[in-house]
């Protein structure tokens, strides 16, 4: 594979990134906002997932073209991400009934994924060192 046909699916993945974090945004502030109706709401609430579904199928495409042990290493990262996060929204959880924290912000999830997918990323490539 020469460095063009391997830059070319990091620009798509960018391309669809900021396309789906410029919907989320999108979203969150027309919900933010007092004048629509529940139907309309609704929709605004809705309106991400195409976006994000495209992104999703544009990682795992990129996951696909990777070697063996890259997409071993990627499951594990993963692995380990979802897990620790389902742990901090536990605790956080067991917080929030403690009156100890305000609401969960949505935001605040993605932001532990990406830091807990970061740290399994590290955790595996030192395991398969």
């Keep these: 594979m020469n460095r063009r046909n391997s830059v070319q699916p990091v620009g798509t993945l960018l391309a669809v990134l900021g396309v789906a974090t410029a919907v989320d945004i999108g979203a ?50 993963v692995a380990i991400a979802f897990l620790l996060t389902g742990l901090a929204v536990f605790v956080y959880g067991y917080l929030q009934k403690a009156q100890a924290v305000r609401p969960l912000n949505v935001g605040i999830v993605w932001i532990f994924m990406a830091l807990f997918y970061g740290i399994g990323y590290v955790i595996a490539a030192r395991h398969y060192r």
């Design 28 to 77: 969150g502030w027309l919900l933010g906002q007092p004048v629509f109706g529940p139907h309309a709401r609704i929709l605004f609430a809705l309106l991400p997932i195409p976006a994000n579904l495209i992104l999703v199928a544009v990682i795992v495409l990129r996951i696909r073209q990777l070697d063996e042990f890259l997409r071993h290493t990627h499951l594990e990262a």
